[in-house]
DNA sequence: TGTTATCATAAGGTATTGCTTATGGTGTGC
DNA sequence: GCACACCATAAGCAATACCTTATGATAACA
């Protein structure tokens, strides 16, 4: 059986009048033009759907089958229009994102307004370390990531566009805060408490003082951002963060800021997709959000942030 | 927005497999034709359905929401199919019948036997008087119609399928009753209580006394049969009536059959359509059903019937 | 780096679709 | 019986649907 809509919509019309001229008026058709849809129609299912006695037409009880039938499945194509017609105007739509635990803080401030902006939308946000961002990013199971340095190589498409400013801090009562400036050569004397091998943080630290041909000794590596804030904030030692992820302990003041010459090192966050990967289009309109307007979001919780450092390097 | 159904088969294919080549062998069709297929409905709904990314090919959000109509679609599809199939080969059906008021007592004992063998047909059965059979068959609201006497040209199809005995019937204690040969002279000495003019019944017998030069005296006229059966036995006269509407009283020898010359008088009953009425496939085989098998199963009820008949001409 | 698998694209041909206009047939009602 | 309204049928035509084969492009993988 091989129907087509045109022949349900035309018996649609047709069995609504009960009269084949005025449907083809209303289809704007000729008459036999209707004749003919609702004959292959009948022929489609090899049963008579109308029939015609003395003057008067009337359904079949195969008829009325078929005119439920193409009723409902005329109003499904609507639906259906009308859902796609949503999904491309974003009323609808899936936003699959992962993010780095690091970035993990403020990339919930900017999604709060943007899920405020769009409100039908739904949200997925994976937060997840490095490797396990790039496997989602290959297997195509989320649009964007955020993360803090893509790698080369992997046929991904990254953009910068939020300054991330790694600093040093340590714990109020350590005798570095106390000093106006730090020297590079004072800070490696420090023992360092770092995160794991592999983690984007550890390895724009590494960069670092490679290009500035120092080494730095660590006493304590760890994969837990807030572990490792809660072990400096012990006296363990310094460490090196995201100045994005000290939010709540430079207000507390269980960690301050150390003014070290050639800190902060400004890194940025990016945001990754893999190479060809055609964004669906509420991604698209997440991705220029972020994009533009991510500066001006974030401003308002990192400004609070920013005080701190001009008070360290007073 | 124009799909095909044949698109929404071969996308839900390639939906399934995500890979073109392999649908395209469970098509038995080259891929060419199924990327064809699957570009026409990405241009039907302007969004792309599909996406490939390496080697992989993956849904979008839109495509998988078409994905869900083409299934949901096709599957209708398939129970229309199963319905309509079911409605030709009659598991479906709806028998609309109207009978006259004196075929009612047989016509309910072979559509119980009918709808026993058809299990999940819908019947509708009107009883009524005669003009408003013809009624009923003018406005096209019934399949078929039985009736004693169908008149002639108004356009309708009438076959016989049943002998219908009139015979003459009084109370038990009539003179005539104790006769073994009653004469037609004899007879229209009696007053006879009958059907009212224009009734089937009444015609029938007017015929046959004008075709025998004879005239009768109507003592009473009636619309009511069993009234008409109620005067009789309470011997205001004699009235002549379908012996198959005799089944109670017979058995209760309220009333007994008179045995007159040139009587039982055999007229039929009529299986009545619609000239060039399309019956529906059901109404088909319930005439094929009265048309042949009638006999056989009314027999078993007018047997005893005869039997009466037999004691009244000994 | 070459091979393989897979999809996209192009060109070409045939069948079918979907209309049109013209015309014929039939039931209804005056 | 005639006119009218309405549907069926036929012929013709343009558009396109649908498939094929041939070929190109690209990613994965050895």
Known sequence: MNLTFRQLKVFDVVARHLNYTKAAKEL???????????????????????EKLGKKLYLTDVGMEMHNYARSTM?????????????????????????????NHFVIRLLARFANAHPKI???????NRSSLLDLLDKNECDLVIMGSPPDGHNLMSLPFLENPLVVVAC?????IAK?????????????IIREEGSGTRSAIERFFAGQELAFKTKLDMSNNRAIKHATEEGLGVTIVSMHTLEL??????????????????????VVQREGKRLSP?????????????DDVIEEFTRPLYQHLEQSSR
Chains 1, 2 share one sequence.
């Not at 509420?282 to 991510?294: L, P």
């Open 122 to 128: 739904r949200i997925s946000l994976e937060v997840t």
């Open 282 to 294: 509420i991604a698209t309109v997440f991705k220029d959000y972020i994009m533009e307007g991510a």
């Open 172 to 176: 109020p009562e350590h005798r570095l």
């Open 28 to 50: 704007h058709l000729s008459q036999p033009a209707v004749s003919m849809q609702v004959k292959q129609l009948e022929e489609q299912v090899d049963t008579p759907l109308i």
């Open 180 to 192: 106006k400036k730090v020297t590079l050569k004072e800070l490696i004397k420090e023992e360092f």
């Open 249 to 270: 302990e430079l207000k507390a003041k269980t960690l301050k800021i150390v003014n070290v010459e050639g800190f902060p090192i400004y890194r940025h966050w990016y």
């Open 75 to 103: 109003q499904q194509l609507i639906d259906l229009e009308e859902t796609i017609g949503q999904m491309k105007t974003l009323q609808q739509g899936h936003l699959k994102l992962a993010v780095a635990s690091t970035a």
